[in-house]
């Protein structure tokens, strides 16, 4: 994937519409930037492109819905409350093909609709649209993509506290370890609930004394309102559920999935309407349509036809004038040679370039060959263009919907999500209900608040659990058992595997980058714990807080590339903050050796003390495009201008473009 072009309309911080373009041709880009200048929200608008509410961030912030994640981006400054962002990008499929994604919404709602527009090839693409996170998923996963677009700045915290739960997360989905860890705890989640239920059988052969309690009715109403804030609370956790469970079931094909029936029903129909076309084109070559192509020598028939029609009106009415002409002399005394010297006239005018007649056609059938040429095969023609026009549409249609049943799609994996997005609705209708009926509750109390006391009585109910219960409940626990047994080891011979050939990419990455190399020469990845262990050449291990904190980034960010290296996918890197609090020996090492061999393309989001006149003299030969983020103090917005920290154009001290 190479990214061609990011356009930001009224977003966040990026006022107006500002575009980005990439030639691709070199593999960095520069984006320069003094903090608060909109670096991060360069990096956000990728993410949101291409993810949407599956973006990680967004899964990271403070919002509690997508729709308020949505809102806070939308920059006022023209009124008209109108945002998007649009990323176009080049894949390489045997040959490349262009993309381009489009997100839009406004910000004068409360629940601002977002539009999602696909275009593949400059033509709009409403599979895509429609499958648009499964289709994402299969080029860059969402679990992943952390290691491919990064806050420099997170890395260097990572680094210094050594709090790095959240990479060991990734790496185990990048391993295919989250998978097994996800059956662990459905296993054991069995078996807790086996155990529980056997207790509880156990336990609950006494009963339990009923107490009666009087309260004031103004303690009913807090206890209502307690209940009804609480379920207020589960509805809220199973939106953000069903939400989460209906982005996954667009990912992985669901749409696709319950669709087939329809589509398979439409290419039917559309298969009639081929069948018929071909028909009538048939129809139409069995009849005149093939007269078209002697169209010309047709026309030219019909004019010599014309032309020996009438030579032959003219001798017919040259032959009734002499005839009368004859009668005229008869009957009128009148000079002869007069009249016969007109005759003559006549006779040689329009007799002199007479010819054997050729066609000898009839009136009738000279009309019809009027119409065949004139009229007819023209109609013909255009009926033919008119459909096979209707043919390749049928056509088209055909292979469009059969692309849905084309689509892999895991059935199974579908129906459970399926099912437990149907169990969610249910669940939150119940919860509505209550809502409701709470609500009428909480109105009569208040009403009653001055009046009545009511009681509540609270009875405690003996569960019996039968023995046949019980012995299922332990053959559940049991197979549970032995299956956790042979999971866990085949998940410690699966990873022992797995970490192995990642501690040897790391290794490498690492040495690229650090000028210590006789410090650490080898690199293990712990197979349980995914710790790191570093060794010198001795075998000798090296304490991990030993290194000096520029080191401990260095090893991060080796962390990092190998990850992405591991990944075997050519995705571009975006990094914000590239440098942080590296010292000046590392930042060497990282823009000489990392930067330029990073990925096709690495778009570095930096300020001025990072990339400075040095670095940038490196990276030079490798960069392939340059902006500068200028910031406006009157209008509060962002622009961008082509050039990285240009002195001829750009004040350092304020920050503002020099007129």
Not at 434 to 455: G, N, P, Y
Request: hydrophobic share 35%; glycine share 4%; with cysteine.
């Amino acid at each position: 994937m190479i990214i061609k072009r990011l356009i930001l309309h009224n977003f966040g911080i990026y006022a107006g519409t500002n575009v980005f373009e990439f030639t691709g041709k070199r593999p960095v880009v520069l984006v320069g930037g003094n903090n608060g200048r909109g670096k991060t929200t360069f990096l956000e608008a990728v993410l949101l492109a291409l993810y949407g509410s599956n973006s990680f961030l967004y899964r990271e912030s403070d919002y509690s819905t997508y729709q308020q994640y949505l809102k806070s981006f939308v920059n006022t400054s023209d009124s008209s409350f109108r945002t998007y962002i649009q990323l176009d990008f080049d894949l390489d499929e045997e040959v490349i093909v262009p993309y381009s994604i489009k997100r839009s919404w406004r910000g004068n709602s409360l629940r601002p609709g977002e539009t999602l527009s696909v275009m593949k090839n400059g033509k709009k693409e409403n599979f895509l649209e429609n499958n648009w996170l499964h289709f994402i998923e299969g080029i860059l996963p969402s679990g992943i993509a952390r290691f491919f677009f990064f806050d420099g700045e997170k890395i260097a915290e990572l680094a210094r506290n050594n709090s790095n739960q959240e990479v060991k997360d990734s790496i185990r989905t990048l391993l295919g370890l989250s998978v097994i860890d996800q059956m662990e705890k459905d296993f054991g989640r069995i078996m807790r609930s086996s155990a529980h239920s056997i207790e509880m059988s156990e336990q609950n052969n006494e009963y339990e004394n009923i107490k009666s309690t009087l309260e004031s009715a103004r303690k009913e109403l807090e206890v209502l309102e307690n209940r009804a804030q609480l379920i207020n609370e589960q509805i809220l956790s199973i939106q953000t559920e069903l939400q989460d469970e209906q982005n996954e079931f667009v990912r992985k094909g669901g749409d696709i999935s319950r669709t087939k029936e329809e589509k398979q029903s439409i290419i039917r129909a559309l298969d009639l309407q081929v069948r018929e076309k071909n028909i009538e084109l048939k129809n139409l070559a069995a009849g005149s349509l093939p007269l078209r192509i002697l169209k010309d020598d047709l026309a030219e028939i019909l004019k010599e036809a014309s032309v020996e029609t009438k030579r032959v009106i003219q001798a017919q009415t040259i032959s009734q004038i002499k005839e009368m002409a004859d009668e005229y002399k008869e009957s009128k005394r009148v000079s002869k040679d007069y009249i016969n010297d007109f005759l003559d006239f006549i006779e040689n005018k329009y007799t002199e370039d007479n010819k054997e007649p050729v066609y000898s056609f009839s009136k009738k059938t000279l009309e019809e060959l009027e119409f065949l040429v004139s009229t007819e095969l023209d109609s013909a023609k255009g009926l033919v263009e008119e459909l096979r026009h209707e043919r390749s549409k049928a056509l088209a249609d055909i292979d469009e919907n059969n692309r849905y049943l084309d689509a892999e799609i895991d059935e199974q994996a579908i129906e459970t999500i399926s099912e437990s997005i149907s169990e969610k609705k249910i669940k939150l209708g119940e919860f509505s209900g209550q809502i409701a009926e709470i609500d009428k509750a909480i109105d009569f109390k208040k009403f009653e608040l001055s009046k009545a006391v009511r009681e509540y009585q609270r009875a405690s109910r003996a569960v019996v659990k039968t023995k046949e219960w019980n012995d299922k409940q332990q053959r559940t626990y049991k197979y549970s058992l032995m299956s956790l047994e042979v999971l866990e080891r085949f998940k410690e011979k699966l990873q022992i595997r797995r970490t192995r050939n990642l501690g040897e990419i790391i290794t490498q990455c690492y040495l690229i980058l650090s000028n210590k190399k006789n410090l650490i020469s080898h690199i293990e990845v712990d197979p349980m714990t995914l710790d790191l262990t570093y060794r010198n050449s001795d075998g000798v291990q090296i304490p991990p807080e030993s290194l000096s904190a520029g080191e401990q980034q260095l090893m991060v960010i080796s962390l990092l590339w190998a990850l992405a290296k591991a990944s075997k996918r050519k995705l571009p890197v975006i990094v914000d903050t590239p440098l942080s609090r590296l010292d000046s020996s590392h930042r060497k090492a990282i823009v000489s050796n990392y930067y330029p061999a990073a990925s096709n393309q690495i778009i570095i989001l930096s300020t001025d003390t990072e990339i400075t006149s040095e670095y940038y003299e490196i990276l030079k030969p490798y960069i392939d495009e340059e902006y500068s983020l200028m910031y406006d103090e009157i209008l509060k917005a962002t622009t961008i201008q082509s050039g990285f920290f240009k002195e001829e154009n750009y004040d350092r001290s304020t920050d503002q473009i020099i007129d």
